[in-house]
């Protein structure tokens, strides 16, 4: 979700994912039925975040960021740093 955000082409962002165009858009319209609205609005040759995309994104991006100070908190207590 976060890729096609920032590509604003589903096309380029399948290629980056290292996904088919049809996988990423299958993925994204399952997503969109989970959340219960459309997170992109589609054009014919680009796409761009509604304003519930972009709230998710958002969060998603906090949550990443959480995830890669869990990791590093993992990785430093394994070393015994913590």
Known sequence: ???VAEEKCITRAAARLYLSQPALSRRIRRLELSVGTSLFLRHSRSVA??????ALAE?????????????Q?????ACGRR
Do not use: F, K, Y
């Not at 975040?49 to 972009?54: R, V, Y």
């Not at 969060?59 to 990791?71: F, P």
């Not at 908190?73 to 207590?77: D, E, I, L, Q, V």
């Open 49 to 54: 975040p509604t304003p519930a995309g972009n």
């Open 73 to 77: 908190s993992a990785r430093a207590a």
């Open 59 to 71: 969060h998603a991006q906090h949550v990443i960021v959480a995830a890669e100070v869990a990791l």
């Open 1 to 3: 979700m976060l890729v």
